[in-house]
C-alpha cells in the first residue's frame, strides 16, 4: 500500500526547534517532488517547502526561509525538515506529500502555493510552539 507519515510533532517553546520526517512505504521517493504543507486552525492550508528528490532541488515559502531546511536521506525515501527558531505562528499540523513529474521551478512554486494537486498525501503530524 502506498503510504506516507509524518512524524516528529511535538510541544517546543517559541524559539526552539524540530525535526519532522517524511517517511514513503509502498513507493520510493525517486522521480518525485515532496513537498510539506500546514494547516493551522480557522486557516487554509499552505506550502512550507518542497524538494527534488531527483536532483535536491530546494523550495521554502517566505515565512520559513532561513528558519526552515529540507533535506532527503540516501534512499530518497525519507524526507526531513529542520525547523528552527520556531514562532507561535507555526503552530499548525504539518503534511508531506508526493507529487510525480514536478520537476520544474515554476511548479515548484505551484507547491508551495497548494495549488499543485498532489498524488499521495501522508497523515499529520502537530507542531506546536508555545510562546
Known amino acids: 500500500e502506498v503510504q506516507l507519515q509524518a512524524s516528529g510533532g511535538g510541544l517546543v517553546q517559541a524559539g526552539g526547534y524540530l525535526r519532522l520526517s517524511c517517511a514513503a512505504s509502498?513507493?520510493?521517493?525517486?522521480?518525485?517532488?515532496i513537498g510539506w504543507f500546514r494547516q493551522a486552525p480557522g486557516k487554509e492550508r499552505e506550502g512550507v517547502s518542497c524538494i527534488s528528490s531527483r536532483d535536491g532541488s530546494t523550495y521554502y515559502a517566505d515565512s520559513v526561509k532561513g528558519r526552515f531546511t529540507i533535506s532527503s536521506d540516501n534512499a530518497k525515501n525519507t524526507v526531513s525538515l529542520q525547523m528552527n527558531s520556531l514562532k507561535p505562528e507555526d503552530t499548525a499540523v504539518y503534511y508531506c506529500?508526493?507529487?510525480?513529474?514536478?520537476?520544474?521551478?515554476?511548479?515548484?512554486?505551484?507547491?508551495?502555493?497548494?495549488?499543485?494537486?498532489?498524488?499521495?498525501w501522508g497523515k499529520g503530524t502537530q507542531v506546536t510552539v508555545s510562546s
Open positions: 509502498g513507493f520510493t521517493f525517486d522521480g518525485y517532488t
Open positions: 506529500a508526493a507529487v510525480e513529474g514536478l520537476m520544474t521551478t515554476a511548479q515548484a512554486m505551484g507547491v508551495l502555493l497548494d495549488i499543485m494537486g498532489m498524488d499521495y
